[in-house]
């Protein structure tokens, strides 16, 4: 099973939005609505940010918000603050033997 | 409060075994599924295993299916992960996760500080 694409770095000023894409196959993001999105800041374990594509776990920003259109999934951030800069992983069931695969990971940078 | 706390993690040479342990508090152990999730230095996220509430349903990345074993004791809260045959390539900080929901839902909704695991002669 091969690791979802997502662009290695994604920017923004603060207060823009910005939008990190993970790019799978009809065999995982495109049969399945459960695609979540980690968020990790260096030296931390990662944290549950989006879970079924778009929904929030209790306490985590409506500033974040999820989608899926095909065998994509996105992320956006909007009002983009400096809390923000971190790595951000998405991650799918594949309904195979092996049943999770993480993205490839994005560093958002807050200029 | 949910707490996982992982322990075990050490330098092993290569071909060598190491257990590792997650010690779960604050939730009710038994009725969650559990899984570990490794990552190389500087690289991104490895899902490496599940393990469902009662251990009958248990899962491995083709990486480390059949060296690797998951394995859990409800009765003392715990999870572990036998890992033999270590390879440079298994050189990770793992990570314990509690999973939210069924084993589809991909939700680990709490994760451990970490263990490192370190494989070198």
């Not at chain 1, 209790?58 to 009002?79: C, D, E, Q």
């Not at chain 2, 060296?67 to 314990?96: H, P, W």
């Amino acid at each position: 099973q091969s690791a979802l694409t997502q662009p290695a770095s994604v920017s923004g000023s603060p207060g823009q939005s910005i939008t990190i894409s993970c790019n799978g196959t009809s065999s995982d993001v495109g049969a399945y609505n459960y695609v979540s999105w980690y968020q990790q800041h260096p030296g931390k374990a990662p944290k549950v940010m989006i879970f079924e594509v778009s929904n929030r776990p209790s306490g985590v920003s409506n500033r974040f918000s999820g989608s899926k259109s095909g065998n994509t999934a996105s992320l956006t951030i909007s009002g983009l603050q400096a809390e923000d800069e971190a790595d951000y992983y998405c991650s799918s069931y594949t309904g195979n033997s092996a049943p999770y695969v993480f993205g490839t990971g994005t560093k958002v940078t807050v200029l | 409060e949910v707490h996982l706390v992982e322990s075990g993690g050490n330098l092993v040479q290569p071909g060598g075994s190491l257990r590792l342990s997650c010690a779960a508090s604050g939730f009710m152990f038994n009725v969650y599924g559990m899984t570990w999730v490794r990552q190389a230095p500087g690289k991104g996220l490895e899902w490496v295993s599940y393990i469902d509430s009662g251990s009958t349903i248990i899962y491995y990345a083709d990486s480390v299916r059949g060296r690797f074993t998951i394995s859990r004791d409800n009765a003392k809260n715990s999870l572990y992960l036998q890992m033999n045959t270590l390879r440079g390539e298994d050189t990770a900080v793992y990570y314990c996760a509690r999973v939210m929901g069924s084993f589809l839902t991909n939700i680990f909704d709490y994760w451990g500080q970490g263990a490192l695991v370190t494989v070198s002669s």
